[in-house]
């Protein structure tokens, strides 16, 4: 990004332009492209001319995303896609094939959890969780022949732990295996994850990148600093004869993975993000930073408000002192901890749940990163389908409510919060 500061990129395009092009990006709601020569479309096919030739696997507009997002991120290049589960998804199967193994911390987003305990289980693809205080000789017994990846969350979504960085990405360094990391809540803005050692970095751009709850999408982009010729990813280095033999490593170098998983996943199971909603989030991201600045800045308040109420028994805010994971916070999370909270008060799974019907106007929604505050009790909502195990282990006690703060008068959100818990 040269010399700037974050927060230009987010505003500007800082591109090239021809006279009288169009200021905002614009949507091209084009499925297809028009070509006069067959050759040159029998190169796209090939690889070896660049161009869009159909939208499931690229889009003009969705390609200004891909790349802005790339930016910000400091990685070689993005694949949207069409929620941040399918960018999840992708950036596994992009590595893996049945018989692999992934190693993950457990306090992670409850379909993440599910994704990666269930359904790709079913693919024969193994995972080992591991928990966020777990020590690095922990973590490393975790790892075996057939591991392919160590998978966390920045902020743990709804635990709220902070990841350590430099932990995990040691352990993957010894291991030799990639480090993804899911930056969905903390946003490029709050955390770069490249900067501390992760090698993919994925987002549900459906929430802190959209901000008004509108679009569901994801993103996956990589940082091109991993060596895929170790030995253990074959399917990113040997002749791939779904295109005629070519070697993703050998061709495309540092970006071999973002390339494969746009012309081999994305092709073959079409998650595609469509044109209107990378329209959506070229707009959101414009203003991401001021966004980013008041949820923090509201929820830091509402969470000082909360460790003082007489009704409330614990809260995890990853910048609240008396947080076990503020010195994490402090290291990588310097400018705030986004506008997400979990507190727990008193009564039990019941006090929690009758909690949110008792909101005047902070609404039960099944969302965070939008700039309306909402409410959730994910014990009996997103993880109702964990055991009582898996979710104490996920960081969710039974009596936890997580509150997404938005950016309206900090007064108002604290007067109707004070009043449901009165
Ligand atoms: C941290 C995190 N990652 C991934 C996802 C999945 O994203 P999507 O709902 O866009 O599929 C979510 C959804 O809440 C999330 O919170």
Wanted: hydrophobic content about 35%; some cysteine; proline content about 4%.
């Amino acid at each position: 990004m040269n010399n700037f500061k974050l927060e230009t990129p987010l505003v500007q395009s800082l591109e090239e332009f021809k006279e009288g092009e169009p200021r905002v990006y614009p949507l091209v709601q084009s499925t297809t492209y028009n070509y006069k020569d067959p050759d040159f479309v029998a190169g796209l096919f090939d690889l070896t001319e660049s161009g869009h030739m159909y939208s499931r696997i690229s889009n003009p507009t969705v390609q200004a995303f891909e790349n802005k997002i790339a930016k910000l991120e400091g990685g070689v290049g993005a694949v949207a896609v069409s929620s941040g589960q399918a960018a999840t998804t992708t950036a596994i199967l992009n590595i893996c094939n049945s018989g692999d193994h992934i190693v993950a911390c457990s306090t992670i987003y409850g379909g993440t959890f599910t994704l990666l305990s269930s359904s790709l289980k079913k693919l024969d693809i193994e995972i080992s969780f591991f928990g966020p205080d777990s020590t690095e000789d922990e973590i490393l017994s975790l790892f075996k022949e057939n591991t392919k990846a160590i998978f966390g969350e920045t902020i743990g979504n709804p635990g709220l732990n902070v990841l350590d960085f430099e932990k995990i990405s040691r352990v993957a360094k010894k291991a030799g295996v990639p480090f993804i990391v899911d930056n969905t809540i903390a946003t490029p803005y709050l955390c770069r994850p490249i900067e501390h050692g992760a090698n993919i970095v994925i987002h549900s751009t459906t929430k802190y990148i959209d901000g008004q709850g509108s679009c569901v999408g994801g993103v996956v982009v990589d940082a091109g600093n991993f060596d895929w010729n170790n030995g253990k990813f074959p399917s990113l280095v040997e002749p791939d004869p779904s295109y005629h033999g070519l070697s993703y490593y050998d061709t495309f170098k540092d970006a071999a993975y973002i390339v494969k998983a746009r012309t081999h996943i994305l092709r073959d199971f079409g998650a595609t993000m469509s044109p209107f909603n990378a329209f959506i989030y070229l707009r959101g991201l414009e203003t991401l930073h001021v966004r980013m600045d008041r949820h923090c800045e509201n929820a830091l308040k509402v969470a000082k408000f909360l460790e003082s109420h007489e009704n409330v028994l614990w809260v995890n805010y990853p910048k609240l002192k008396s947080g076990k994971y503020y010195e994490l916070a402090e290291k990588y999370l310097p400018k705030g901890s986004s506008g997400i909270i979990l507190f727990g008060i008193k009564g039990g799974a019941e006090g929690g749940r009758k909690f949110t019907t008792k909101l005047k106007w902070i609404n039960n929604v099944v969302h965070l990163g939008d700039v309306r505050t909402c409410v959730l009790h994910p014990g009996s909502t997103t993880h109702r389908q964990l055991s009582d195990e898996e979710q104490i282990a996920a960081g969710v006690m039974p009596e936890a409510i997580r509150l997404n703060v938005g950016i309206e008068n900090i007064d108002d959100i604290i007067a109707d919060i004070d009043q449901a818990l009165k």
